[in-house]
């Protein structure tokens, strides 16, 4: 790649990358060829950089689900912001954009089943004062009728406010957190060395958006604040985007109990010698259709709910929580409401493993019975043959036996006529003594003829 690099909010904007371009003599001396991939894989650790927040800030985030939702679509919606005429598709093609106005920025970034939209802007003056829903929207940069437009269908929204405060007086920030929060059994916690605490209660408010509070000593820097944000946003993201396997989870818990009770069934009827094969052959791969028919629609669910409570757990490692006497932390929370959910579509997702294995384990067994079977059926047939083949042998035997008298009767028979034409012609010959001396010879000659025969074709 020859373009260059945003660095994360830079103010000073984009600057080339280090390593050299093609073109560069230097580079073309120094090191071989780039790998076509080179490029791409060297710059995913920066394709989603935190943004730098200035406090006290308002992120207003909103993610939806985008299956059926075109980038091109987020693409037209995108272009509806003020001086966004100019945004082309190509800025879209890495997954992550930061717009940047005077006052506020607007990150997108699209990812494989949903996408994010995170509004920073400074917090309103009213904001910590018990401010309504209705009135924080009022009070946003851009149209709140843009972020109804999103498309797709919403999973998550937050709005987070960050503040500056005294992370070493909890009292303080109680009383901070009220009038956000507005909830006295909130969850809080500090976050890294005591340099921020976070604050929420996860609850959906009739707005249809979840409050955080962080709250951050004067000294925090604006990158940290950056990843603070991100950390909470991506927990509570990830966090219902594994869920959405707890439902699949107990949908299947009827079927899969239904074709646990089948196959026990099938199975107790391949005990008897009674039952149809054929019938419970035909049972087996009905009941295997339909597993494999669950199998091949709820897979992936099952393996992204896995994947997905994998990076919520890394977000909790990565907050590095300290616990605040008397509240219950963020990931003390997540592990005892979560956790559960998640061992239900494991559970079920082994269970359904289990019976498809089950499955197959039967249906073995089940054509090793019908070979078997037919195995001895065949024996039956190869008996029946031999003793039809013997019994052929034996007529074979008898008609040859016969086939000789003829052949030697009819020999014999041109013996006479040639002895009575020779004694028509005057010769001293007695028709009926040659024939009779005649007949030895000619049984004798006949039957070893016939087991030459047998001999050529024995030989061949």
Known sequence: MTDNVCIIDDPKGCRPPLIMTAESPLRAVALPPDDTLRSL???????????????????????VLNDGVSREMEWEHLKTLPDQENLTLDQLGGNFVRLRFSNHTL???????????????????????GCTDAEL???????PQWLARIPGRTIAAIMLAMVH??????????????????DPAMLASLLGIRR?????????????????????????????S????????????????ALRGLPVAKSLGVMLSEAENQLAEITARMESTEASDQDLLNQLIGLAARVERATAMHLYRFSATEAYYNLVEQRITQLRETPIPGTQTIGEFMQRRVAPAMTTVQATARRLGSLSQRIERASALLRTRVDIATEAQNQMLLEKLTKGQALQLRLQTTVEGLSIAAISYYVVSLILYAGKAAK????????????????????????????RIHKILQDH
């Open 107 to 129: 990150k997108w970034e699209r990812h494989t089943e949903f996408t994010r939209y995170s509004l920073v802007q400074a917090l309103p003056d009213q904001a910590l004062q």
């Open 165 to 182: 405060g005294d992370v070493d007086d909890p009292i303080a920030m109680r009383s901070q957190a009220d009038p956000w929060i507005q």
């Open 137 to 143: 929207l009022d009070s946003l940069i851009i149209d």
């Open 226 to 241: 950056g990843r603070t944000s991100q950390r909470l946003l991506e927990l509570e993201t990830y966090r219902l985007m």
């Open 196 to 224: 921020s605490c976070a604050m929420t209660n996860f609850l959906l408010r009739d707005s249809g958006f979840e409050r955080m509070l962080v709250i951050s000593p004067p000294n925090t820097s604006e990158l940290r």
């Open 41 to 63: 894989l060297h710059n995913e650790v920066h394709a989603r950089p935190p943004a730098r927040i200035r406090l006290p800030a308002l992120v207003v985030y909103v993610a």
């Open 424 to 451: 028509a012609a005057g010769l001293p010959v007695n028709p009926e003594m040659l024939a009779g001396a005649l007949i030895p010879l000619v049984l004798l000659g006949i039957w070893w003829g016939t087991q």
